[in-house]
């Protein structure tokens, strides 16, 4: 069982930027397809980014693609999402994801069996 803590949410103005890690423990996380999620109050949860286990491809959702990025440091057993020019419509807890299997699908939070607790990012203009 991998266990996931997420970290790096806070409050930022409009433009800024920062980074999302995901500290993974139990199993080496390079098991691991890895994916962040993200949810407003009232809203779905919604896909944001997702990396393949060997780091070799990248899924992006289309509102964040050209200013987000999804990395991995298997060394570090850690996931990060940098995040930059945000928006208000950033705002909302972030979650990060972790599947064992080869399913693709990277979009789907159904594809994902492990999450982490989430970290609040807060837009604010």
């Known amino acids: 069982q991998v266990q996931l803590v997420e970290s790096g949410g806070g409050l930022v103005q409009v433009e800024g930027s920062l980074r999302l890690s995901c500290a993974a423990s139990?199993?080496?996380?390079?098991?691991?397809?890895m994916g962040w999620f993200r949810q407003a109050p009232g809203k779905e949860r919604e896909f944001v980014a997702a990396?393949?286990?060997?780091?070799?491809?990248?899924y992006y959702a289309a509102s964040v693609k050209g200013r987000f990025t999804i990395s991995r440091d298997n060394a570090k057993n850690t996931v990060y999402l940098q995040m930059n020019s945000l928006k208000p419509e950033d705002t909302a807890v972030y979650y990060c994801?972790?599947?064992?299997?080869?399913?693709?699908?990277?979009?789907?939070?159904?594809?994902?069996?492990?999450w982490g607790q989430g970290t609040q990012v807060t837009v604010s203009s």
């Open positions: 139990g199993r080496a996380v390079s098991n691991y397809d």
């Open positions: 994801a972790a599947d064992r299997g080869y399913s693709g699908n990277y979009g789907y939070a159904w594809k994902y069996d492990h």
């Open positions: 990396i393949s286990r060997g780091g070799g491809s990248t």
